[in-house]
Structure formats: structure tokens, C-alpha cells
């Protein structure tokens, strides 16, 4: 019925063309296509596409799909260059076949990107200041709320509004955000002997380096409704948050720690991080890591036997990656958690550092104690991390060198020791291991001594108004 009553309309417009002598063709077309219901579908309004046009519709929607195609390369390879991977960029725009791979905007990021590479400079060797930093507040006023804590809170912690000035003022003066593991690292020679050696870190002109790490990050001295975060939490594109509940009562994920705050730092200032570089965590385990509780170990205890330190499962369970179905097999729903949470952080350039099973100071714990301990973290923390290369100190109270405890710990993958000293930076390499000094950000260090800071951010002016 449809079809002949077009039919119709077509019929009545030839013979209303004849009788009153002719229309143009464009008219006629936008007659037909009127009737027909194609107003704008066709190019000058044809009542139908014709294969002509079918022809140069299919080119120029295959010029268009390759010029998106084009453009999303373009982008991946900035992205990388942003971040000094210049040699990863061009990698990418390798990928550009054909009459693309001739295209100006090729040629011109090719030539950019060879050229940043070139514009690096050696890093003289000299200090590389290594800044570690406490849980961090984000709700002042809950924190601050006059109660029991609230003293400690303002002592032992930083706030994010601190912290994300840092950030601005480190970035600011220049530093740099490079991985530890930059610095130096074992190698082997000829002969077999594997030694630490220091690498040649090229850095853009005029930038310095700099390690960012939070320490023990387990949030046991946090009370739920202080304004402080309370865990770690996977958000629905799989990064890596921070939960706490807000005066509502509310759980909220967001950039409420240091971790996602320095993350989202460097999604805005690509720049800041050399290559991709993330910073480093450190976590124990009596007391959980990132929020979550693990088991507790019966072989930690101050009167552990020599024969529990001896019976040593090494790094046995450290190589899992506790992401397949067979390494999370037996798992509570918290250890799940922790592995997935490290999973994030590892795939996104974090590091994760051990911090002792028990966070005790290591310095005048005899060696059986202290084996068990580092036994114990290996076994039940190290096996949802992942294995660790890097030992934070307890209080920054270290082994001998050499001793007893540094041959294990060299024995176990420890080989990047970090110490704590409050306003000095030290770096020593040795025998197959490199010592390095943190400096500790607290909220009693900002006001009680903020000449320790100098050079990287002016503490007065970073601090918190509400603190």
C-alpha cells in the first residue's frame, strides 16, 4: 500500500513536470526525496544512493577510520614521550604501515621524540633525596575533633592537602620522580661475580631526582570516622584507591592517600615521573597490610627457637603472582584483597617493600628472631605482594654491615636497604646491596623542624590551616 501510494506521488510529479514544462533536477529531487522521507540522506537530496555514491560514501568512511586510527597512535606515542619514554614512543609510531607511516605528523613526532632522547643528560653522581611520608588525613576536622587521637593524628601524620603541595612544590623546584631501582643494581662480569654497581642515570636537563614512598602502610592506628582512610580499595576501572567514612557515615573511595593522590598527580603532570616511575610502599604484617587482616604466624614471637628460623621456605611461596585461580585457591577474602590491591599497584610501576613481619626494630633482635621474623613476612606477606628487593627499616634502625642479618637478607633478594635519617641523604653501595637514607615527612617534623625540608618545599607555607 505504501509503495503504491509513492508511486502515485511519483506519477502525479512527472505529469505535474510535463504539463507545466519542466523542473530542474534538483527540484525534482527534493520533491521525491520529500515525498520518499530522505530529505538530507543523499548528497543533493537523490532519492537514493547510487552505487556512484555507495563508492565514495565506503572511501571516505575508510579515510576517516584510518585517520582515527592515525590519531589514537599518535596519542599512545605522546603519552609515553610525556613521560620520557622516547625510545617506547617510537616503538609505537614503528607500528605505522603504509601510506601513514609518510605522514608529516609521523615525521614531525619521530624527529620530537629522537630528539628528547638525545636532550638527556648524565646525572652527575650526588644526592638523591629519598622522602618517605605517614598515612595521610583528609577530613581535618575529623581528625582534628579534640578526642584522644587527635594529638597523634596531628604529630605522626600529614595531611592531603599537605601532601599534594608538596607535590606542587617538588615539582615546582624541579625534582623528578625516578624508580630505586634506577640507581643502581646487580650485575655479573665475565668471571661470574656479582657485584652492585651504579648505573648511569639520564635525566632531562636540569631535573634532579627524587624517591617518594609511604611507610607500613597497614592503617591499624586509624579509628573508622576520624576522617582518615581506612583500606586500600579497587575502584571500577581496577585503580588503586583509598576508603574512608565520611561524617555521613558513608564509605567513600577517592584520592584520600597518598597513593592515588600521587598517581592522579602524575596523570596531570606526566612529567613529573621519569619513565613511569610510581613510588614505593612498605608494609609489615601483625598487624594486616593495606587495611586488610592477615592470619597470624605462630613462629613470630620473642622466643623463637633456632630450628623455626632455620626451617626456612626462602622465597617458596614468594614467586606466586596471586592473581590465577590456583594461587588465590585457599585464600580469605582479605589475603584475596591484598594480592589484587598489589597486583594494581605492581602493574602500575609501585613497588612494595617489606617492613618486617612484626615492625620491630631489627638492630638488637637476635639473629633467630630476626630470621623468623623476615621468615614470616616472606611466607605470609611476600606471597601476596610478590617477592620484595627492598627492606624499609623499622625506625630506620639497621643491621650490621657487615653481619649475620645482611647475609640473609642478601640471601632472601633484600639488596635496597633503606635506613632513616632525619635532614641527611645518604646513598653507599656495597657488597651487593645499596643503602639509602629516608627522610621522614611527618606533622611534627613540618612544624617542629622545617629546615629539614629546605630545597624541597617551605613547610610553613604548605601547612594545613587546620591543623
Known amino acids: 500500500m505504501k509503495k503504491a501510494k509513492v508511486n502515485a506521488i511519483l506519477a502525479c510529479m512527472c505529469a505535474a513536470a510535463v504539463f507545466l514544462g519542466g523542473c530542474t533536477r534538483s527540484q525534482m529531487n527534493y520533491q521525491i526525496a520529500e515525498a520518499i522521507g530522505t530529505v538530507g540522506m543523499y548528497p543533493n537530496n537523490e532519492p537514493v544512493e547510487t552505487p556512484q555514491m555507495v563508492i565514495a ?16 597512535v599518535l596519542r599512545e606515542a605522546d603519552v609515553l614521550a610525556a613521560g620520557y619514554n622516547f625510545e617506547e614512543a617510537i616503538s609505537v609510531l614503528n607500528t605505522i604501515t603504509g601510506m601513514q607511516s609518510r605522514d608529516e605528523r609521523v615525521s614531525e613526532a619521530r624527529e620530537r621524540y629522537e630528539q628528547g632522547e638525545s636532550n638527556l643528560v648524565n646525572w652527575v653522581d650526588g644526592d638523591i633525596p629519598h622522602l618517605c611520608f605517614p598515612t595521610l588525613i583528609y577530613d581535618t576536622a575529623m581528625a582534628f575533633d579534640g578526642d584522644g587521637k587527635a594529638g597523634s593524628y596531628a604529630t605522626t601524620m600529614v595531611t592531603c592537602k599537605e601532601f599534594s603541595s608538596i607535590l606542587q612544590s617538588l615539582y615546582e623546584n624541579n625534582y623528578i620522580l625516578i624508580d630505586i631501582h634506577t640507581i643502581a643494581a646487580n650485575t655479573t662480569d665475565e668471571r661470574g661475580t656479582t657485584s652492585m654497581e651504579q648505573l648511569q642515570l639520564k635525566l632531562p636537563s636540569g631535573k634532579k631526582p627524587i624517591v617518594l614512598s609511604q611507610d607500613n602502610l597497614n592503617y591499624a592506628s586509624v579509628t573508622n570516622g576520624d576522617g582518615i582512610a581506612t583500606k586500600l580499595v579497587l575502584d571500577e576501572e581496577g585503580k588503586v584507591k583509598a576508603q574512608y567514612t565520611d561524617n555521613g557515615g558513608h564509605d567513600v573511595a577517592g584520592d584520600f592517600d597518598f597513593i592515588p593522590i600521587l598517581d592522579t598527580f602524575i596523570e596531570e603532570h606526566p612529567d613529573f615521573s621519569f619513565r613511569g616511575a610510581r613510588g614505593i610502599v612498605s608494609v609489615s604484617g601483625t598487624e594486616g597490610v ?12 620473642d622466643t623463637a627457637q633456632t630450628d623455626a628460623a632455620a626451617d626456612t621456605s626462602g622465597g617458596s611461596l614468594a614467586g606466586l603472582t596471586a592473581t590465577s585461580g590456583d594461587s588465590m585457591a585457599g585464600l580469605t577474602e582479605d589475603q584475596r584483597q591484598i594480592a589484587q590491591i598489589s597486583k594494581a599497584l605492581t602493574d602500575e610501576g609501585w613497588s612494595i617493600a617489606c617492613a618486617g613481619w612484626s615492625h620491630k626494630y631489627m638492630n638488637d633482635q637476635t639473629y633467630d628472631l630476626f630470621a623468623s621474623e623476615m621468615d614470616d613476612w616472606i611466607e605470609n606477606v611476600g606471597s601476596l605482594t610478590g617477592p620484595s628487593d627492598i627492606l624499609f627499616y623499622p625506625y630506620g634502625a639497621e643491621v650490621e654491615y657487615p653481619g649475620q642479618k645482611l647475609d640473609y637478607l642478601l640471601e632472601h633478594g633484600f639488596v635496597y636497604l633503606c635506613g632513616l635519617w632525619g635532614n641527611t641523604d645518604f646513598r653507599e653501595l656495597g ?5 639509602m637514607t629516608r627522610r621522614f615527612v611527618d606533622g611534627y617534623t613540618l612544624v617542629n623542624a622545617p629546615s629539614y625540608f629546605t630545597g624541597f618545599f617551605a613547610a610553613g607555607e604548605i601547612l594545613d590551616d587546620d591543623r
Open 290 to 301: 593495606f587495611g586488610y587482616d592477615l592470619p597470624s604466624s605462630d613462629s613470630s614471637s
Open 431 to 435: 657488597d651487593g646491596y645499596m643503602r
Open 57 to 72: 560514501r565506503e572511501m571516505q568512511e575508510e579515510s576517516e577510520s584510518e585517520e582515527e586510527a592515525l590519531m589514537a
